[in-house]
C-alpha cells in the first residue's frame, strides 16, 4: 500500500483474501497468512507477541498480517526475525502445487523473494522444537508506529543454545552466527561473555547508512539490543 499510495505500484488487478478461512488458521506448528498482528499480539510465541505489539498503530495492527510482512520482504519487517530465530518455513501455493521454504531461501534480497508469479503466501510452518525463551527488541526513533533502524529476536534453550536473528542491519533479515555459536557454550554468561556477545552481534551485521540512521549507528546499536535482550532471557 505504501508502494501504490507513492505511485510507484500500479496493480491492474486487487484479489481480496481476507474471507479465506484458512489463511486465518493459527495453531502451535502453523501460522496462516491471514492472521493479524493484533492476534499475534495473544499468540503463544514471546518473540512475536512481543514484535507484533511494535507494528504500527491498534488500526494497522487490526488489518495487517505476518502474510503481507513476509511478502514485502523488507529487512524491516518486524515479524522477521521471530521467523528467522526458529528457522521458520514459508509455504506458498499455486495451481500446479506447494512449496516449502526455509526462511533463507525465501528472502532474496531488499524487498525480493522467492515467490513465483502464480504463487500465494499460505503460511509459516513452525518446527517442532523452538526456544523455551524468546525476546524481540527494535530501535526506532520515537517510541511507537516507528519503521525499524535495528531490530533483534533472540531465542534460547535450557540447555543454553541460543539464535540471534536480526533485522534492518542486511539486505535481508539474517543470523548472527558465530555470536550464537560463542554464547550457546555459556550456561551462565559472565560479564566478559556478554561483552563478547555483543561484539560479535554488531561485528556479523551488514548495515548501510540511509535516511533513517548511519550504518555505524544501527552496528552499534544491534549489538546492544542483542545484549539486553539475552541478559532479559537469562
Not at 9 to 31: G, K, N, Y
Request: hydrophobic share 40%; aromatic share 6%.
Amino acid at each position: 500500500m505504501v508502494e501504490v499510495n507513492f505511485g510507484h505500484r500500479r496493480p491492474s488487478r486487487v484479489v481480496a483474501l481476507r474471507r479465506i478461512d484458512e489463511l486465518a488458521d493459527m495453531r502451535q506448528d502453523w501460522i496462516g497468512a491471514g492472521v493479524t498482528y493484533a492476534r499475534l499480539e495473544r499468540c503463544r510465541w514471546p518473540g512475536l507477541s512481543e514484535a507484533a505489539r511494535t507494528v504500527g498503530s491498534p488500526q494497522i495492527r487490526n488489518v495487517g498480517t505476518i502474510g503481507g510482512n513476509i511478502g514485502t520482504a523488507s529487512p524491516a519487517g518486524d515479524a522477521l526475525p521471530f521467523l528467522a530465530a526458529v528457522d521458520a518455513t514459508i509455504v506458498t501455493r499455486s495451481v500446479g502445487g506447494s512449496r516449502e521454504l526455509r526462511w533463507d531461501e525465501f528472502f532474496t534480497g531488499v524487498k525480493r523473494t522467492a515467490l513465483l508469479p502464480d504463487e500465494l503466501i499460505v503460511g509459516v510452518k513452525l518446527p517442532p522444537e523452538i526456544p523455551e525463551r524468546q525476546g524481540f527488541s527494535k530501535i526506532g526513533t520515537r517510541s511507537a508506529m516507528v519503521i525499524a533502524i535495528a531490530s533483534v529476536c533472540v531465542a534460547r534453550f535450557t540447555d543454553g543454545r541460543t539464535r540471534v536473528a536480526l533485522g534492518s542491519v542486511a539486505p535481508t533479515v539474517t543470523r548472527a552466527r558465530r555470536a550464537e555459536e560463542m554464547i550457546s557454550e555459556e550456561r551462565s554468561p559472565s560479564e566478559g561473555a556478554l561483552d563478547e556477545f555483543q561484539r560479535l552481534v554488531s561485528e556479523e551485521a551488514s548495515p548501510i547508512t540511509d535516511h533513517r540512521a548511519t550504518a555505524r549507528y544501527r552496528r552499534h546499536g544491534v549489538g546492544v539490543i542483542a545484549r539486553r535482550t539475552l541478559e532479559r532471557l537469562l
